[in-house]
């Protein structure tokens, strides 16, 4: 079980972060099926809707290996974790393996996401999913994703709140699952800064396998940070077959 201790004024700065790596978690149900709409791209859309809500897959099917790699750009350094976890983002469900590098960014970007994380749990995940119950969603067009299509939506929040984005989400053509996921945060105070997110899954067989997520964000007198968290499954063969 890993614990962080931090004043509030810590917990308020930072709640900023803990949505760009967790707001609306990919889902997987293989065994999930939607009848064909009119259209191809009607079906994907409507498969992608149904599949909001399930169990994380990278959580669902097994252990998963964690890479949280942190960077401060214009200070030339950085730091890397590695750790696993078991089950759910539950507290106590993560165990840190190792952490090298500058200790400077091991405090101040990965040891301040660990905590933060912890948060961001708490918000209710409807609140937050990429959904027609939260967002506007405006067809953009077609882009080929390594042997397959993704449909390509703009999305922007009904109401400004924070955990909401504005950007883009791509759903896979066939089995409507998300694959790649951009934008930056809504309703941020002016002192928060500019907060942006690129969060691509790696399917394989319509089961998520992989996930990597690139965050950028501004560190108070550090400057602009930089962090790639990659979600491995270390059974992808359990996940593949169901």
């Not at 699952?177 to 309703?187: A, I, K, P, R």
């Not at 089961?207 to 992808?236: I, K």
């Amino acid at each position: 079980m890993i614990t962080h201790t931090s004043s509030p004024a810590f917990r308020n700065a930072w709640s900023i972060l803990l949505p760009l790596l967790f707001i609306g978690s990919n889902a997987q149900a293989a065994s999930t099926t939607v009848r064909a709409c009119c259209s191809p791209r009607e079906a994907s859309f409507a498969q992608y809707i149904t599949l909001q809500g399930q169990p994380d897959p990278l959580a669902e099917f097994g252990p998963v290996g964690v890479i949280i790699e942190a960077s401060l750009p214009e200070l030339y350094k950085s730091a890397t974790m590695f750790g696993v976890r078991i089950g759910s983002n539950e507290k106590g469900n993560f165990r840190i393996l190792q952490i090298a590098g500058d200790g400077t960014v091991a405090e101040e970007v990965i040891e301040r996401y660990l905590a933060l994380r912890e948060l961001f749990e708490a918000l209710p995940q409807p609140t937050v999913a990429v959904t027609p119950a939260n967002y506007k969603f405006r067809y953009a067009g077609e882009v080929k994703t390594g042997g397959s299509t993704a449909y390509m939506y703009n999305i922007t929040p009904k109401k400004n709140r924070p955990g909401l984005l504005d950007g883009q989400v791509w759903m896979d053509s066939d089995s409507g699952h998300e694959v790649m996921l951009t934008g930056t945060l809504v309703d941020l105070p002016a002192s928060a800064g500019f907060v942006s997110i690129v969060r691509e899954t790696k399917l394989i067989d319509q089961a998520a396998l992989a996930r990597v997520t690139h965050v950028t964000f501004s560190v108070p007198q550090l400057g602009r940070a930089e962090v790639v968290t990659t979600e491995v499954l270390l059974n992808p063969e359990e996940s593949v077959q169901q």
